[in-house]
């Protein structure tokens, strides 16, 4: 399979449902797509503006402040000590490696890729746009033999589903044995709210109690979008086993994916400070505390949703009906028919508005209970 074969980008199907929705008489409120509308923190900004004469190409590994910050906030807000700068590399954003990494692994047909039943689609892509075979399991004793590459995603994006140190060990316990490797799709873990992981760090992959000694065939990705409002900037990055890190490494070079020099800057300062992202954190927060009441005031079930940027929610009808009912009270929210073919009943609704239109959609959700 290549490019052209790739299917119509999905989001184009929500374009009725979204135009019905800005003909409501106090407008849209948009919790279709997770982009942050928060400000930028100034700290970040400030790094970049700083880092602007960057006239000499950007070094693809990284500066060795960037990975030195890098290496230090995985052991301050992961718990995984002993990084070494080898061990880690930027990316730009964290979806071009998502979709990249079955061509950086070297794999192609007759291999398996594994990926959450509620999922990110950018995982099949990945595995189609190498011809390997895309494989939806939750149950690491379902894995195929074949498989090569296991992504696991805790917080999950759509479900915020946190996966426990136990069962992030035996998904790895089992990806050794089969010989493949496993990329801890990290994104949203600043953003726990329910216990425990209101109060501990949620699981990295690379968590000794996960990985073990060594990190052997392991990595976790992880991105600023969403903790400190840089997805304009596409910054994240990716650690873990050196060896895999060094080859994909000199892949990025022969690619020239490289991160900006300013945006390396931004990354570095964005690490250091921990108060910008408690700051958003209880944003989010306060967003989530407005929502969630008001969606299921209004007859839906939130499955999940411990943690992450997105409610995961069901009134037990098909999700394209729950849409509509949702864009007629000027709601636009994202059909579970996206994120595979296990969820078809279910919706997702991102924290990603503003609280004034927050506090509209939640209105709307209760007068609509009431009416009910």
Sequence with gaps: MGVADLADYPWDAVAPYAARARSHPDGIV??????????????????????????????????????????????????VPGLTREQVVPTIGS?????????????????????????????????????ATPFASDDPG??????????????????????EADSLRSAVDRARELGAVVAGDECYAELGWDAPWDREPIPSVLDPRVAGSALDGVLSVYSLSKQSNLAGYRAAFV?????????????????????????????????RDDAH?????????????????????????????????????????????SLDRLAGLGILAG????????????????????DERVDAAAAR????????
């Design 335 to 354: 059909p579970g028919h996206f994120y595979g073919t296990h969820f078809p009943q279910h919706v997702r609704l991102s924290l990603t508005a503003t």
């Design 365 to 372: 959700l209760r007068a609509s209970a009431a009416v009910g």
């Design 95 to 131: 979806k071009e490696l998502v979709a990249l990494l079955p061509l950086l692994l070297g794999l192609g047909h007759g291999d398996v890729v594994v990926h959450p039943r509620a999922a990110y689609p950018t995982y099949e892509v990945g595995a189609r746009l190498v011809g």
């Design 277 to 321: 992202v408690a700051r958003q954190r209880e944003l989010y927060r306060r967003r989530r505390d407005v929502l969630r009441p008001a969606i299921e005031a209004a007859g839906f079930r939130v499955d999940h949703s411990e943690a992450g940027l997105y409610l995961w929610a069901t009134e037990g009808r098909d999700a394209w009906e």
């Design 142 to 163: 379902q894995w195929p033999e074949a498989t090569r590459l296991v992504w696991l995603n805790s917080p999950g994006n759509p479900d915020g589903r946190v996966l």
């Design 30 to 79: 948009d919790l279709s797509i997770g982009s942050p509308v928060d400000p930028t923190p100034a700290v970040v900004v400030d790094a970049l503006t700083a880092a602007t004469d960057a006239h000499a190409y950007p070094q693809t590994v990284g500066t060795a402040d960037l990975r030195d910050a890098i290496v230090d906030w995985y052991a301050r807000r992961r718990g």
């Design 239 to 271: 650690a873990g086993d050196g060896a895999i890190v060094s080859r994909l490494v000199t892949a990025r070079k022969h690619l020239g994916l490289m991160v900006p020099a300013p945006v390396q800057a931004a990354m570095a300062a964005a690490l």
